[in-house]
C-alpha cells in the first residue's frame, strides 16, 4: 500500500478507536498521545486531552509520557487501547475496566488474537505496571505484574483482538465486515466491498 494510503488507513483506525473511546461510560475522560498535528487536532475535537509528545518517541514512551500526564490530572486507572484495532467497540473498553478488580491494584490485559501481543491494557493505579508493548507483549505485561505483586487477567475479546498488522489481518478485517471509517476507507480504496 503507497504510503499516502498507509497514513490515511492510521486515520481511519484512530477515528474507529477514538470514537469507541469516547463512548465508553468507564471512560471519565479520554486521551490521545501523539506527535501527528492532525491527530492532535481531532482529539481535541472530539473533546479528548490531546497529550504531544513533540516527536515518536516511541509506543511505551508515548505512554509513559500521557500516564505521567494524566496522573497528574489525578487518573487512578487508565486503559491504553492502540489504534490498530479498529473493529473495537465502547464496551469492549468498558468491559476492560470492569474486569478490574473491584477494589485495590490491577492490571487487565486484552490480548491480540494469537495471543502474543497486547492490544488493550487497563492498570489500576495508573502506574501499576510500565507498558512493554512489542513482541510477546502480553507475557512481558503478565511478567511485569508478577515481579511487583499485582494481580493481573487476562480478557479475551473479539473485536479488539483483531489488529491491523499484515496483509492477513486486513483480509480477515475485510471478511468480518464493520461499519468503521476503516472499513469505509478500505472500500474505497477497492479493497473490501461497499
Known amino acids: 500500500m503507497p504510503a499516502a494510503e498507509r497514513r490515511t488507513l492510521a486515520e481511519a483506525m484512530f477515528r474507529d478507536v477514538l470514537a469507541a473511546a469516547m463512548g465508553a461510560r468507564n471512560a471519565v475522560r479520554v486521551a490521545v498521545v501523539t506527535s ?10 472530539a473533546g479528548a486531552i490531546a497529550v504531544d509528545e513533540e516527536y515518536p518517541r516511541g509506543l511505551n514512551a508515548a505512554i509513559a509520557t500521557a500516564t505521567a500526564s494524566l496522573k497528574s490530572l489525578g487518573a487512578t486507572a487508565i486503559c491504553t487501547v492502540l489504534s490498530d484495532v479498529p473493529m473495537t467497540t465502547s464496551a469492549d473498553i468498558d468491559a476492560a475496566f470492569d474486569a478490574l478488580p473491584p477494589a485495590g491494584d490491577g492490571v487487565v490485559l486484552v490480548p491480540s488474537r494469537d495471543f502474543s501481543g497486547t492490544n488493550i491494557i487497563c492498570r489500576r493505579p495508573a502506574t501499576a505496571i510500565p507498558t512493554c508493548f512489542g513482541r510477546m507483549s502480553l507475557v512481558r505485561h503478565l511478567d511485569e505484574a508478577r515481579v511487583r505483586g499485582i494481580p493481573a487477567s487476562v480478557l479475551r475479546l473479539a473485536r479488539p483482538a483483531l489488529d491491523l498488522d499484515t496483509t492477513a489481518d486486513l483480509a480477515e478485517f475485510v471478511r468480518r465486515g464493520s461499519g468503521t471509517h476503516t472499513q469505509n476507507h478500505l472500500a474505497r480504496l477497492g479493497i473490501a466491498p461497499h
Not at 36 to 45: E, V
Open 36 to 45: 501527528d498535528s492532525c491527530l492532535l487536532d481531532i482529539a481535541r475535537a
